[in-house]
């Protein structure tokens, strides 16, 4: 169960690293964003962070005011995981 707290936390602050680098290549400041998907800048903050555990729809408003889709957003996310942990996990 710990270990499953441990990925989740991973996940959280991955999905942070993935959509900030993101932010990053648009040359968008954490207010544009803000903006753009009309959420407040203190949120985006803290997803970048990884200190929110945002919903589904949150990350579709946030992937819509990056012009990315969600999946690609998901892929960049698993790819990061599976290179810190060393190893490839096989797909269901």
Not at 14 to 36: F, I
Not at 63 to 89: F, H, W
């Amino acid at each position: 169960m710990a270990k499953d707290l441990n990925l989740h936390e991973r996940l959280i602050s991955e999905l942070g690293v993935v959509l900030q680098e993101r932010r990053a290549r648009l040359h968008m400041s954490q207010s544009d964003l803000a903006e753009t998907s009309r959420f407040h800048r203190s949120y985006i903050s803290d997803v970048e962070r990884g200190a929110r555990n945002i919903s589904v729809k949150n990350l579709s408003r946030l992937a819509l005011a990056l012009d990315i889709p969600v999946s690609t957003i998901l892929v960049q996310v698993e790819k990061r995981l599976s290179s810190k942990s060393g190893r490839t996990r096989k797909r269901a």
